[in-house]
């Protein structure tokens, strides 16, 4: 009888330590050979991309990427999580990758109701020393919600802008300039503007357009008498830019390095603004009134229009500048040959805000009614961001892949708040925002 119970004893013990140390595995023990594959994938966006990430590096890691999206052992008030130890390198990894993948900016192991799970986070960094505010909520994603797709015959669309009456008058690659009624696209006028891509456009306070070509012209245009009413002569390269200033006159920026200021009255040049080593990007007018120019000398350059003197010039560690733009805030939106794109203060330099969750460099910007930014990149992901924060609002048209023929050109925003999207498919794409009209 002693040899039966203490048999049973052992068996109980045995079942005892069985059972301890399957609990003591850590569910993502799949990744413990992983370590250098997930920290070379940490500024992954989407569970999908950082999946791949992580199995292209490593293919032995393919159950690992999978266990870091579908683990979660602690429940806490109604709410799953994913244990995680706060000492632990590569569980802090983890848990970044996790929330980066859920579209989230940061990620850390903390403690909540005294154990340390993974938990995602998004921040304010308008100072060095910004507190990080927590939050359960997740993104809102929702995929594939255009509800009009239009194709243009003829070519795709550079740049676009907002007519008084709100029909968009749009650049062609072809040369054309093109006035499209924004509710169906319908071409109701059609110019061949210039031998070569139009590039930038902009209405003058007359209501006269101004435009930008690959000829190395800039043409004022009587769109309503179908007649040019001007051209100025006087860049050596291209005209990637040209901008209507609030005193009436015209800038321009272009690939001779060069930025001019010319009255749009008579068509005679101002200023030459001398400082870029490389091609002016674009232009943006601040709320004082100075002119802001972006360029791929990796420079942005706030200049005094009515003196055409320079006042600043940052050199905020930037790679090459591709877009410029204005917030509400007046902060000055910076995107980059670079998939993250910033907001910055324009006289300073200070980085406001990293905006985090591009898979690719974003192509352009529209600012929504409600001072929220929307933002389209090379692979068709567009996403609207609260500006003020960073925080991803929408996510939709996730791509499983790059798509050469579908890379986005020009964002606007419509008279009814709708979002016009034109792509290098010759397609225009309009999405209802949800928020109305300006």
């Not at 460099?361 to 090379?378: E, K, N, W, Y």
Request: with cysteine; proline share 3%.
């Amino acid at each position: 009888m002693k040899n039966k119970n203490h048999y049973l004893i052992l068996l109980c013990l045995a079942l005892f330590y069985i059972e301890t140390n399957a609990n003591s595995k850590h569910l993502l023990s799949t990744c413990d050979h992983c370590s250098e594959a997930i920290s070379n994938c940490l500024s992954c966006s989407g569970e999908k991309n950082c999946k791949k990430c992580i199995k292209s590096l490593y293919p032995k890691c393919n159950q690992c990427s999978r266990d870091i999206f579908s683990g979660n052992d602690l429940e806490i008030e109604g709410e799953k999580y994913l244990s995680c130890h706060q000492l632990d390198s590569l569980h802090e990894d983890i848990c970044k990758i996790r929330c980066r993948g859920e579209f989230f900016q940061f990620g850390q192991c903390a403690k909540l109701e005294e154990a340390s799970v993974c938990q995602c986070f998004e921040s304010t960094p308008t100072t060095t020393t910004q507190a990080i505010t927590t939050t359960t909520k997740k993104p809102f994603v929702q995929r594939d919600i255009t509800y009009r797709v239009f194709t243009q015959e003829t070519t795709y669309i550079n740049d676009f802008k907002v007519l008084a009456n709100g029909d968009l008058v749009a650049a062609g690659y072809s040369g054309y300039i093109k006035i499209l009624d924004s509710l169906n696209g319908t071409v109701t006028k059609s110019i061949y503007a210039h031998s070569g891509p139009v590039w930038s456009i902009d209405i003058l306070p007359n209501g006269y357009i101004v435009s930008g070509g690959d000829d190395k012209k800039i043409k004022i245009w009587d769109l309503n008498a179908n007649l040019m009413k001007i051209q100025l002569n006087g860049h050596s390269g291209l005209v990637r830019v040209v901008k209507s200033l609030p005193n009436g006159h015209i800038a321009s920026g272009s690939t001779d390095n060069t930025i001019k200021i010319w009255n749009s009255t008579d068509g005679s040049l101002i200023y030459t603004l001398l400082g870029h080593s490389n091609h002016v990007q674009d232009l943006v007018v601040l709320n004082s009134g100075d002119l802001a120019s972006g360029s791929k000398d990796k420079t942005i350059k706030i200049w005094d229009i009515e003196t055409g003197l320079l006042k600043h010039e940052l050199n905020g560690n930037f790679k090459e500048i591709w877009r410029l733009g204005l917030l509400k805030n007046g902060n000055l939106l910076v995107l980059e040959m670079d998939k993250i794109f910033r907001s910055i203060d324009p006289y300073t330099g200070e980085i406001k805000i990293n905006y985090l969750g591009h898979p690719w460099m974003p192509r352009d910007f529209a600012v929504l009614p409600s001072g929220d930014i929307a933002t389209g990149d090379s692979g068709k992901v567009m996403i609207f961001w609260d500006a003020d924060t960073g925080y991803i609002k929408k996510l939709f048209n996730n791509p499983s892949s790059y798509d050469s023929y579908d890379i986005l050109r020009s964002l606007v925003v419509t008279k009814s708040g709708d979002l016009v999207g034109a792509f290098e498919n010759k397609k225009l794409k309009i999405w209802n925002t949800g928020e109305g009209p300006f």
